[in-house]
Each structure stands twice: as C-alpha cells, then as structure tokens.
C-alpha cells in the first residue's frame, strides 16, 4: 500500500538527531515612566498628539523653536478599523424594512403548521419567538418554539427582483437602496452611518460593493438604452416639422480624472478616464442623447502581468479598458466616437457647441467626412460662457494708451478697471446677442439682423 509521505517542517525531531529549535523573536518589555535614555509605546492616538510627521515620513518631536526633545518614543501598533457593523445588535431590537402582507402570512402558516403538529403544546402557554436571517437591509425569519422544539419554514418578509438566473434572488430593498444611492455623492460609509441613525442594522461594505456592482451594470445598460430613444424621438420630431435639414444640434463637453489640470495644453496628459456627454439642442426638453467613456484602467492586466503574462490593453480577454495606455486621450476622439453612435442610430450633426479647449467639433467633422459624406461640414459654436470670459482675458490683456488709466493712483486699481471694462463690454454682447436670437431664431440669419439696427430694440 502506497502511502504519501508529509513534508514535515525542518525542526521537525528525528531519532538520532538533536531537535533543532528555531531562533525565537526577542520580546522587549517596555517602562509605564519616561527616563532619560527609556523607550516608550504610546496609544495611537496620544503618539499623534505627542509626535509630529516630517516630509519624510519621519517623526520627531519638537518644540516651539524646532528643538528635539529628550523622550524616546516607539511607533504605535497599528489599530485595526473597527466598522459600524462591527458592533454585536441584537437585530430584533432594531428597526428592520418588514412587508407586512408576508409576516402576517408567515404568522397564520406557522400557527396553523404549530397545531397540526404539536396539539398538546398548542393547547397550552406556547413560547414562540423569531430567528432571524439578514441578506443586506432585509430579513427572513424562522419561527420557532421554545417549549416543544417546532421550526417553521424560513420565510422571506420581503419582495424580490424576479430573474431567470438560478441562486439566490435579489431583494428588492437591497437594490432600490443602492440605485438610489448612486445618484448621490455619498458613499457605502457614509450610508451605513444613515442606516445606523434610523435605528436599523447596516449591512456590510463587503455586501454593499457586490449589489452595487450588479446594480452599477444594469444601470449602464438601462441610461445606453434610454439615451438611443430619447435619440430617435428627437430625430422624428425634426423629420415631423417638414425641414429640409434632419440634422441634429448638440452640445459636447468631457470630463477628466486628471488631478493635474494647469492650462490648455496640458488637458488631460496623467488622465486614465474620462467621460464625454452630448446633449441635444432641437427641443426644449434638452435631452443627453450619447455618452462616451474612454477608460485606461484594467485590473485584470495588472493580475496577470503580476505572474508573468504578458498582455497588452484593450487586446485581451476580459479586458475592462477600451484604450490604449500609451496612446493620449483627447476630446477629439470623444467627438469621433460620438459621431459614430449617433451615425449608428441614422443621426448626423449639424452644429456643435463646445467650450474653446475642446477638439469634439473636430472629430465630428473628421468622422463625417471620412465615413459619410466628404462633402458635409459641421460647424462649431463657441460656448457664450466661455467665450465671455475669454472676451474679459482679452480685455485684461489689452494694451490701452497711456492716459486712459492714468488717474489711477495704484496698477491694481487700473487693473480692477480693466477688468471691469471686460465685463462691461461682455454684458452688452450678451444683450446684443440675445436680442439678435430672439429676432430671427435662427443662428445662420443672425448676421443678417446685425446689419438691420432699426430691427434692434
């Protein structure tokens, strides 16, 4: 008979041989008082207000003048995070989100199986009591009693999200709680705060990123959805006017990652994601008809490069980015992208509005030329808030004669003169401009109502 041998330790003792022992780690023992020439270990929180942190990453401890003082401290043991569910509640003696329909249910189904099975008990004082199951903000109870041992069914007082996947199904709390949460700027922390200030049991942060993450892809797959209608309705409401024109106007602007945003020319250079959104500009209602997102990250490349695969993003499997790491991500490429989901769905662009940095306008016109018609053109409208405050840099910036600001005792006084003027000039445009829309309604005839001044209010 074969037998595996095991793979016994080192210091394992053979006959015949000394038993070796391996070198013990020396404990140290450390005063309660400070000495000249002792070492001490602070509590965490006493070792920060004694201790202060060098750029560095040092400590020393100073005193009003920068000299070093006498005691000799040791680093804190580090203090492991205690979280708000850390904290043993007895779950019965909070407030939980209970369907009632289903607890009176479980209830009736309980004292009816209670009776069937156990006459003698149900005749006299029973002890009945509940055994709770939590799955993230909901539960599901036993009913058990004390006296005679009797277990009801587990049942679920709580509605769930009907799927065809086996397993598990999900509640629907669970789910309503974390799309709600999406849409705010709080995070799973926070949240757990608010559900323990309601007298109820959080969840775990483990149980809040998983629903989150299953919530987070359908909402994805819900907005892409919602936005190619809200893009075919606009589309056939501008066929419905009767115009020659079927293009649509949009809106462009991006979002960077970029913690290191200076001027123009360096937008977006130690970027790893950033978001494109394309707003309508055809109806009142202003509908978000596209978005792009360009993303660098991948967690599953940095697994497998860390035992040795070498893959390169977006080309393989299972792959989360969709751009290349190497490779600079502009607007531009957000406005070719954009050109292209629209073209998809048999939308094309007429005018594009954009702040004065952004390159959308360029890619459009690049991927309608290119994949299109070379023939077609689509026009970039400057942004009327942007463009005012570059009007008032131009304005600062300008050289004027010298006594125009010559009774201004000091520069920052013609300064803030400057300024002022900028801001001037920028209102009056703006009330020309609006005045000039409202006449023709029309951006390609307002040219022609500016020549017109008896037609200006």
């Known amino acids: 008979m074969l037998t595996a041998k095991k793979n016994r330790k080192k210091w394992f003792f053979k006959a015949g041989h000394k038993k070796y022992q391996p070198k013990c780690k020396r404990e140290c023992t450390f005063e309660s008082h400070v000495e000249e020439g002792k070492w001490k270990r602070l509590k965490h929180d006493d070792f920060n207000l004694v201790a202060r942190r060098r750029t560095d990453g040092t400590y020393h401890l100073p005193d009003s003048n920068g000299n070093q003082g006498s005691t000799k401290l040791l680093r804190p043991t580090a203090v492991p995070r205690k979280s708000i569910c850390d904290v043993q509640t007895d779950p019965l003696d909070c407030s939980m989100p209970v369907r009632m ?36 903000l909901v539960y599901s109870f036993e009913v058990y009693c004390a006296r005679c041992g009797f277990v009801h069914t587990k049942t679920k007082c709580y509605r769930v999200v009907p799927s065809s996947g ?62 190619r209608i809200k893009a075919r309705a606009v589309a056939n409401a501008i066929k419905m006017r009767g115009v020659t024109d079927e293009r649509v106007n949009v809106q462009v602007d991006g979002r960077y990652n970029s913690q290191t945003y200076g001027r123009r020319g360096e937008m977006g250079l130690s970027a790893t994601q950033v978001v494109s959104f394309t707003r309508e500009d055809n109806t009142d209602y202003k509908f978000c008809i596209d978005m792009v997102v360009l993303d660098k990250l991948c967690s599953t490349a940095q ?48 005018h594009v509005t954009t702040d004065g940095d952004a390159g959308a306008a360029q890619g459009i016109q690049e991927y309608t030329r290119n994949c299109i018609n070379p023939n077609m053109t689509v026009t970039r409208l400057p942004d009327r808030s942007h463009l005012g405050a570059v009007q008032v840099r131009h304005c600062r910036k300008a050289e004027f004669t010298d006594s125009m600001f010559a009774h201004f ?19 009056r445009c703006a009330v020309i401009v609006q005045n000039l829309y409202k006449i023709s309604n029309n951006v390609s005839s307002m040219t022609e109502s500016y020549t017109s001044a008896n037609k200006l209010p």
């Open 409 to 427: 005792e000091s520069k920052a006084q013609a300064n803030r003169a400057k300024n002022l003027l900028g801001r001037d000039i920028q209102y």
């Open 101 to 136: 329909r289903d607890m009176v249910s479980m209830w009736n189904a309980a004292l009816t199986s209670h009776a069937n099975c156990n006459p003698d008990c149900h005749r006299q004082e029973s002890k009945f009591d509940l055994r709770p199951y939590r799955q993230g």
């Open 303 to 350: 697994w497998l490069k860390g035992r040795g695969y070498n893959v390169r993003c977006p080309d393989h499997a299972g792959c989360s980015s969709n751009f290349n790491a190497a490779d600079t991500m502009t607007e531009k490429e957000l406005g070719k992208r954009t050109a292209e989901n629209l073209a998809m769905q048999n939308i094309l662009v007429n």
């Open 166 to 227: 086996p397993g598990r199904k999900a509640a629907a709390v669970n789910k309503g709680a974390v799309t709600a949460l999406l849409d705010t700027t709080i995070g799973a922390t926070q949240f757990q705060r608010v559900v323990c200030g309601m007298d109820m049991v959080s969840p775990h942060l483990t149980s809040l990123q998983r629903i989150t993450n299953k919530v987070g892809g359908e909402l994805v797959v819900y907005n892409h959805r919602d936005m």
